[in-house]
Each structure stands twice: as C-alpha cells, then as structure tokens.
C-alpha cells in the first residue's frame, strides 16, 4: 500500500497518481515540485504537513482513512478543506462535465431520447450538488464555526477539557447515489448514433467526481460530524 511520507519528493507521487492534482491544487499548490520533498512543500505553502499528508493519503488508498489521526486536527482545518472541495466542485468539476456533456449532446444524432434523458439527470445532479454546496456555505459551516468559537470562549475559563467521542456516521449519501446512477445510465442504457469519444470523456471526468465525493464524505460524515456532535454535547451539559 502506497502511502505518502514527510520525506518523499512530491512530484513522484503526483507523477504516478495524476488524479492527486485537483487535491494538492486545493491546498494552494501548483504544478512545477521539482524534486522537493512533502514537508518542504508544506513549509513554503505554511501548511500543517500531518494534515496534508492525512488527506492525501486517503485519495491515494481507499482502504485507507487515518479517522483517529484526522480527529486529532482542529475543527477549522477539515472545515476549510471541504469549503475548497465544494468550491473546485462548482467551478471545475461541474463545469468540465456540463461542457463536455453538451458537446456529446450536441455532436451525435439529434432526437436521441437516451442522451435526453442523461441531459435530464446530470441536470438533476447538478442542482442537488449545488443545493448542498450552498448549504454548507450559508448554514452548515457556519453553524460548525459558531460552535467551535463557543468552545473556545467556554475553554477559557476552565482548566481542563475533555470532549466525548462520538461514532462515526455511516450513511447512504444521496449525492454518490445520483452519481453512480448516472454513470450506470449511460454505460447500460445508451442508444442510437453517438460521439464515442466525447462519451468516453464524460465517463471518465464522471468517474474521477465519483472517487472525489466518495473521498470528500468521508471526511465530512465519518470526520466533521462527530467533531460537531461531540462539540454539542459539550456545551450542552
């Protein structure tokens, strides 16, 4: 099992894990490494290295989720990352299919009702990514901040303490739901005359979201969630 290393040159592993380069992007580093090593690249970027590698160690190993070690960092640190998460989402990932997607649409035979009806889904998709997204930033997160700026205030005045764990949320996410849907649409249930490269693009950017979310909910339900429970019971005693 491959796992990323303090000491490690990072474009190694970025070289042969090219899908690391959205994540990296979103903790403000870009291409052009050289062969410096993770830690120097977290230093210059003033990055906190543990948290770095956690998370991009659970994009390189699936069967691998450092849950103890992520609960260790601070509520404001997993919070910022999926604030960036959702933002890529929007501007990049979103976009990326919807242009290519319509250019599938476009450049196969008119009046096939099949690709009508994946125009239909994605649309469904995108606009219940995009209602969360907007969740998370007008409600969820700020309520998660509200919570932990009380807990800073209550900290203050005491000498001590604990915060309880709290299990991790196991839950069927109903935006992997409509993503793997609609990747089985089109792989099952296409029909009539059709771009196949642009089809196969589709699939491929509607793959690479699908391991993204999976990676993301990860951290939110099985990380963010229990913080914020664990937080609520605190101050609610």
């Known amino acids: ?10 474009s190694e592993v970025v070289e042969h894990h090219t899908s690391l380069i959205p994540v990296i992007n979103r903790f403000g580093i870009r291409l052009g490494l050289g062969d410096k090593t993770v830690e120097t690249i977290c230093k210059e970027n003033e990055l906190d290295t543990g948290f ?32 960036k998460t959702n933002v890529y989402y929007q501007r990049f990932q979103l976009a990326n299919i919807e242009r290519h997607l319509g250019s599938f649409i476009s450049m196969s035979a008119p009046g096939n009702q099949s690709l009508i009806a994946i125009g239909k889904f994605f649309n469904s998709f995108r606009d ?11 409600n969820w ?42 990747k089985r649409l089109m792989i099952k249930h296409l029909s009539g005359e059709y771009e196949q490269n642009l ?9 690479s979201l699908e391991k993204d979310i999976r990676q993301h909910n990860r951290i939110r339900y099985r990380i963010l969630v ?10 609610n005693r």
């Open 141 to 182: 997160f700020p309520y998660c901040k509200s919570l932990d700026q009380k807990l800073k205030e209550q900290e203050a005045t005491e000498t001590a303490m604990v915060v309880k764990s709290v299990s991790p949320m196991e839950m069927d996410d109903p935006i992997e739901s409509l993503l793997a849907d609609l």
């Open 128 to 138: 219940e990514l995009t209602a969360r997204i907007q969740n998370d930033t007008e």
């Open 1 to 10: 099992m491959i796992l990323l290393h303090a000491n490690m040159p990072l």
């Open 52 to 83: 770095f590698i956690a998370v991009i160690n659970t994009f390189l190993n699936e069967d691998y989720f450092p849950e103890k070690k992520l609960q260790t960092f601070h509520t404001s640190q997993i919070i910022d990352y999926l604030t």
């Open 226 to 235: 229990p913080m914020v429970t664990a937080i609520e019971e605190r101050l």
């Open 199 to 207: 089809c196969y693009a589709v699939i491929f950017a509607l793959s």
